[in-house]
């Protein structure tokens, strides 16, 4: 997955709101008089392609993506890794554009192009000249409904998808345990599947899974246009048009989804691996979005992530990190636009040489002083100044604006949504961020990760010999039972 030029959080936060998706505005319609971010522009074109234009004469450059509403979360139980795989062929052959050509002809023009795969989108780019921006519109539309696939393509590019899996995820214990993590997190729900899909059935993937998942899910009725730069929505609209008008609209499945169950029990994974050197410690809970669950916790939340976790004077850093010294790093995280819920995480790794189980119970002793005591109005207001000064740089990035309405507008939300983030942040009170933690944090169906060095064969033997010792550095006795393979789930 290509990351965003904005930062990971403030590009979270600008892809808010809590309204449902607006559908069928006017052609050309400006932003409400209230816009605060990037003021775009917006249209409908007749076969249903939203498009929205954010303007930046800063550099005569543009941002060209195509965002689909679909991702791995949409996937047909036992074909995981589809919505991927598909992102990978897209950039075969058309009948106009031969096989690996599409890349190529972007780098000629000096451009350069990517794209990537989420649980809710799947979303396509070029950042290229102003001039050259009728080019990559032509290629984008062509490859929309065009994409010729054979086994001859298909087969091979399958096994450089099955090899990118053994690299990043295989290989990389942190991205194993992560992978855990979401798979016990969600029991039921597809976010509990790996976005690159499960190796078995990566295998598994024929060229009439990608060609059902291309004709159900590519349509320009379930497509999303965002084009940021140095264009206007008056320049923009008639080469929309002329490439992505003339596409026909087709109808795309529902996107249903199962829900999860309730789960009563805390639960743990660990890990251990030859390849780890620092150890770290993660702890996730389910929590609302924007479009799901109590969703009038979601834009608190955002304050409380900032509290807790906005930089050097933040509660964890300064408790954990400067005054306990406990912790190398310690963060939190919350997921709030996805379609269905999200999620909050604390993530930490211990001082060189220091204990994990003493780190974990430093954590959970903040968690619990917040979820008593609560937070403060001084630290809220703090943390509103410094969330509303970050939007007003966000529209000094090119690609920004573009990632921010992309993925509003794939997870259920609007433009005015992102446009009103500075104004609903501001709005947030303290006892609604208090309210917000103890709803979230205060759940004891959580799941806790520990990614740990393994232990030596000395080591291993003497813990087999003291079934009730502690391995140094965990959080739980070393006897337990025999691990399947990749981790220990509890």
Do not use: C
Request: no cysteine.
């Amino acid at each position: 997955m290509v990351r965003s030029p904005l930062s990971s959080r403030l590009r979270r936060r600008l892809a808010a709101g809590a309204l449902a998706l607006a559908l069928g505005l006017p052609a050309l319609a400006p932003a409400p008089a209230a816009a605060r971010v990037f003021d775009p522009e917006t249209f409908t074109l007749p076969n249903g392609m939203r498009v929205v234009v954010v303007t930046n004469q800063r550099a005569p450059v543009v941002s060209h993506m195509v965002w689909y509403r679909v991702g791995s979360a949409d996937e047909p139980r036992g074909k995981s890794g589809i919505a991927h795989f598909l992102e990978h062929l897209m950039f075969k052959a058309t009948d106009e554009i031969p096989a690996g050509d599409f890349s190529r002809i972007v780098a000629r023009n000096g451009g350069r192009d990517n794209a990537f795969t989420s649980y809710d989108y799947t979303a396509y780019f070029q950042n290229i000249a102003r001039d050259r921006l009728e080019l990559v519109m032509k290629m984008e539309a062509d490859r929309m409904q065009d994409l010729q696939l054979t086994d001859e393509v298909v087969l091979p590019e399958r096994d450089v998808i099955m090899e990118e899996r053994r690299q990043r995820t295989d290989n990389e214990p942190a991205a194993r345990l992560s992978e855990l993590l979401n798979a016990t997190l969600w029991v039921h729900h597809p976010y509990g599947t790996p976005v690159i899909g499960w190796m078995h059935e990566i295998a598994g993937l024929s060229r009439e899974d990608a060609v059902a998942h291309y004709r159900n899910w590519y349509a320009p009725n379930n497509a999303v246009l965002v084009v940021a730069g140095d264009v206007t929505a008056a320049e923009l609209k008639p080469l929309a048009e002329k490439y992505y008008g003339a596409l026909k609209r087709r109808d795309v499945p529902a996107r249903v989804r199962t829900a999860e169950p309730p789960v009563q029990a805390a639960r743990r994974v660990t890990l251990e691996d030859d390849q780890v050197r620092q150890p770290s410690w993660t702890r996730q809970w389910k929590a609302p979005s924007y479009t799901a669950g109590a969703k009038e916790h979601a834009y608190p939340l955002q304050v409380l992530e900032t509290v807790m976790s906005g930089g050097a004077t933040a509660r964890l850093y300064k408790s954990l990190v400067v005054e306990r010294q406990l912790a190398a790093s310690v963060s939190m995280g919350y997921q709030a636009s996805a379609l269905n819920l999200g999620s909050l995480a604390i993530s930490a790794s211990p001082v060189p040489g220091g204990d994990l189980a003493a780190l974990e119970k430093g954590i959970e002793e903040e968690v619990a002083r917040l979820l008593k005591d609560g937070v403060t109005a001084d630290e809220v207001e703090t943390a509103k100044k410094r969330m509303q000064a970050e939007a007003v740089f966000a529209r000094d990035s090119l690609q920004g604006p573009a990632y921010a309405f992309g993925i509003a507008l794939t997870t259920g939300q609007s433009v005015e949504d992102v446009e009103a983030w500075p104004d609903r942040i501001k709005a947030v009170t303290v006892e609604q961020v208090n309210a917000a933690a103890r709803a979230v944090l205060g759940q004891t169906d959580h799941v806790t990760g520990l990614l740990l060095p393994k232990p030596a064969p000395a080591a291993q033997a003497s813990n087999a010999a003291s079934p009730g010792a502690a391995s140094p550095g965990a959080a739980a006795p070393a006897a337990k039972p025999a691990a399947p393979a990749g981790g220990a789930v509890r």
